[in-house]
């Protein structure tokens, strides 16, 4: 049989009952359209939170009070362990090359009071270098120095959403005066707008870390220490050099007895992917139960076909017609249908993203792997669960088939 000869026959067929096909190719546009969203969803969210991790800090190393074997999501959230002092950022600033910028942090969280309004939000102890650490940058005002540190000038930096609560949107609050914790500060600046994996990049306050010492926490212990490396070649050494000089500081012999924890952007993104992928897979596994719904419907219309056109096989293979050529007939019907559908599936896939995108539920990323994943799905689709009908239909004895009402 002649290639243009077997299409033709596969058209025929298909069409012979239009809404049959039409029903049986709509299971696999839902199948391969619900894995397209689902991929894109997970491959958009991944894509999202790296960028906002490079937003973090430039060439980023975070050290952290307390010994931790690996990096996780509950590793920003601890805060009781007290091992890093004011002295090891200074240490640190001093002894270690290769870097940047050094900047201690203090976290807490307050009630702060400006005028008749009020907001809980992150109060930051911390120096200058946090500008160049963290990426962040002065949008009204100055940012605090080394001699207002000194003196435990008790003055005060709000990011903008915390200067939107107290102040009013996009209002200037140099000068004002507010109150965290009841101990009155002075509004030297504000933060331009800055993103980042949450919020509370931008919904915080920033202050001395000496003030942040003197009348919140009493003593000289730091949440964290941030440092920036000078590029991203030398990190790991940067990290070495760290870990070496804070042993020798806390007199630490033994590396499984050390009481700090540093991770790095890297350290992150490596987190972030491995978590994006499960979610990935998962989405995709969930939504790949309506590509089986559809490939039974498949098997389900071609066993339909074969009963249907039984007489049809048998007076073919009369008058000659091979095996080969019926079952690639009835195998081509079901690769078509599952064709159609693969490309109906992809528009229908790239739509979903789109609007769940523009309605800003999640940002999502339709992918060329993902594009690739529903040709090659919906063809295997249409082999797998075509073959066994097929077979069916090209073993049926011919005479037996003729006499078939």
Do not use: C
């Amino acid at each position: 049989m002649k290639i243009g000869d077997l299409i033709e026959e596969i058209i025929s067929g298909i069409s012979a009952n239009k809404l049959r096909s039409g029903l049986t190719v709509l299971g696999i546009v839902i199948g391969i359209g619900s894995v397209i969203a689902m991929i894109s969803v997970g491959q958009g969210a991944k894509f999202q939170i790296e960028s906002q991790i490079q937003t973090v800090g430039s060439n980023l190393i975070v050290i952290w009070p307390g010994a931790q074997r690996t990096f996780s999501i509950a590793t920003a959230a601890r805060g009781t362990a007290q091992t890093l002092k004011i002295s090891d950022a200074k240490a640190i600033k001093k002894e270690i090359s290769g870097i940047s910028g050094v900047a201690p942090i203090i976290n807490r969280n307050y009630q702060v009071v400006a005028q008749n309004k009020n907001t809980r939000t992150q109060i930051v102890g911390t120096s200058p270098d946090i500008l160049l650490v963290r990426n962040y940058q002065i949008d009204l005002g100055n940012f605090f120095t080394e001699k207002e540190i000194e003196a435990r000038s008790r003055v005060a930096v709000l990011g903008p959403i915390t200067r939107d609560d107290l102040f009013g949107e996009n209002a200037n609050p140099l000068g004002q005066m507010i109150k965290i914790n009841g101990i009155n500060f002075k509004v030297i600046g504000v933060t331009k707008p800055k993103g980042g994996m949450t919020l509370s990049e931008d919904d915080l306050i920033f202050i001395p870390y000496t003030v942040a010492q003197t009348f919140f926490t009493g003593n000289e212990y730091l949440s964290a220490i941030a440092v920036s490396a000078q590029s991203p070649q030398i990190i790991d050494q940067v990290k070495s050099q760290i870990t070496d000089l804070l042993m020798e500081l806390h007199n630490i012999k033994n590396p499984e007895l050390i009481d700090f924890t540093l991770f790095t952007q890297e350290d992150m993104l490596q987190m972030v992917t491995s978590v994006t992928q499960t979610m990935t897979i998962l989405l995709a596994s969930i939504a790949s139960i309506s590509l089986i719904v559809g490939g039974i419907g498949i098997m389900n219309m071609m066993f339909t076909n074969v009963t249907e056109r039984t007489r049809e096989i048998g007076l073919r293979k009369a008058i000659g017609a091979k095996n080969s050529e019926i079952t690639l007939q009835f195998l081509g019907e079901s690769v078509m249908i599952t064709f159609f559908g693969g490309i109906l599936g992809i528009i229908l896939g790239w739509v979903f993203s789109f609007l769940i995108s523009t309605f800003g539920i999640i940002a999502t990323k339709v992918s060329a792997f993902s594009v690739i994943l529903a040709f090659g799905v919906s063809a295997l689709i249409g082999i797998l669960f075509g073959w066994w009908p097929a077979k069916k239909a090209a073993n049926l004895d011919p005479i037996e088939a003729l006499r078939y009402e």
